[in-house]
């Protein structure tokens, strides 16, 4: 059984910016472009390095990976952060709500 409920997931997700993720992520934020809602830049899942085919809708906080070369992969900050930092998506959860100051209410936890 998962450790946080779908209702702290959401939490999470939205007290996340995207932008803020991915300078947090580190991978070459001198890529980072923002166009109104959305931020594209260099993708650290499929570390390709000749165009910015990661994109992250900043409403949605949803991402999309879409290199010419590899699988293409979607989902939401928690997701990105998680494969970008080769992580448990509960640890990846920790790991934003900490840098962040986000906090992780018990009353939101599901039973082990």
Same mark, same amino acid.
């Given at each position: 059984? &998962?450790?946080?409920?779908?209702?702290?997931? &959401?939490?999470?997700?939205?007290?996340?910016?995207?932008? #803020?993720?991915?300078?947090?992520?580190?991978?070459?934020?001198?890529?980072?472009?923002?166009?109104? #809602?959305?931020?594209?830049?260099?993708?650290?899942?499929?570390? #390709?390095?000749?165009?910015?085919?990661?994109?992250?809708?900043?409403?949605?906080?949803?991402?999309?990976?879409?290199?010419?070369?590899?699988?293409?992969?979607?989902?939401?900050?928690?997701?990105?952060? &998680?494969?970008?930092?080769?992580?448990?998506?509960?640890? &990846?959860?920790?790991?934003?709500?900490?840098?962040?100051?986000?906090?992780?209410?018990?009353?939101?936890?599901?039973?082990?």
């Amino acid at each position: 059984m &998962a450790k946080y409920s779908d209702e702290m997931i &959401a939490y999470v997700l939205q007290r996340l910016d995207g932008l #803020d993720v991915l300078e947090f992520i580190d991978y070459h934020p001198e890529t980072i472009q923002r166009t109104g #809602d959305e931020i594209s830049s260099w993708c650290p899942l499929c570390q #390709d390095r000749t165009g910015r085919y990661l994109r992250i809708d900043l409403n949605s906080r949803l991402f999309e990976s879409n290199p010419p070369n590899g699988p293409e992969q979607r989902g939401n900050l928690i997701d990105l952060f &998680a494969r970008a930092r080769r992580m448990p998506y509960e640890e &990846a959860i920790e790991t934003l709500a900490d840098e962040f100051s986000i906090p992780l209410l018990e009353g939101n936890f599901k039973e082990q």
